[in-house]
């Protein structure tokens, strides 16, 4: 299957620089996967969507501000560090721009020396690792240094950095924000469990995997980078039941997606566990675990749009984009929403 069969055209204009006043003021594309069938309604529609006893599934990582402007220490020369993630102790996979200037041993310093980081191994396609050198807590050194890691489609600068956190985020890790939960307010979730729908929550820690560009032409030989992921016993347990009593689970994003499934297919049922996974869906995977979707616009040919292909046909998602520029909705990270029934 070549990559080309997912590319679509997108005026740039259309891609959101910065979220709207209301998070749940989005655009909501509903898609049924059977029919094909397109609706056009409000985030907060997405409700009429739930129904009594189904599960809502939530990614509730939280983004590390862990994009780093230092310099190198022999020659001054400005780098920027992406943490990817967290290997062990003080050791984390970067991405590192330019990556060329960055051998083994080289130090990049931060905030006049604050914060330091040698580089102990190198790997492909701008990736590095480091080991940080500070005194201090590290996540406090970050939220002092760092900054939120915006996608390089968005040119604005971000006002409020917690518009690029869900409301419900919680375990610090992610470099990079799972975006279709930004829609969603206290005050909607609060509503969906008063209709007596479950929410549940799962961890994936975003890193490369998830956005990092697909530059063969064939899918099949595509690498998923690996990311972390974790479930707990209510989850799993409730997520059970979920299945058991004939109702739906309803991913929120493709992290919570890939989550599901990388359980699901390893355990045939949802159990408490954490690992890494590099899960690729795309186009004649059997979907195990999910029932509908909640999900944003994603880049053409991206390893994302491969994914809700795979669950409503690579026609049927084609079209809905194409209904989504002819009628002017928002894309990407801080665009409007799609639901996938």
Known sequence: MLVEEFDYFLPEELIAQTPLEERSSSRLLV??????EIEHKHFTDIIDYLNEGDTLVLNDTKVLPARLIGTKEETNAVIEVLLLKNTEKDNWECLVKPARRIKVGTVVSFGDGK?????????????RHFEFLYQGIFLEIL???????LPPYIHEKLKDQ????TVYAKEVGSAAAPTAGLHFTKELLQKIEDKKVNIAYVTLHVGLGTFRPVSVDRIEDHEMHSEYYSMS???????NKTKENGKRIIAVGTTSTRTLETIKSKN???IECSGWTNIFIYPGYEFKAIDALSTNFHLPKSTLVMLVSALAGKE??????KTA???KYRFFSFGDAMFIK
């Open 115 to 127: 914060l330091k980081a040698r580089c102990i191994a190198e790997g492909e396609e701008g990736i």
């Open 162 to 165: 917690s518009r690029y956190q």
């Open 325 to 327: 520029v002819d009628e």
């Open 316 to 321: 049927n998602i084609l079209k809905a984009y």
């Open 268 to 270: 045939d049922k949802f």
């Open 31 to 36: 898609l049924d996967k059977k029919t094909g």
């Open 233 to 239: 016993k209510e989850t799993a347990e409730l997520l």
């Open 143 to 149: 939220e002092h240094l760092g900054t939120m890691p």
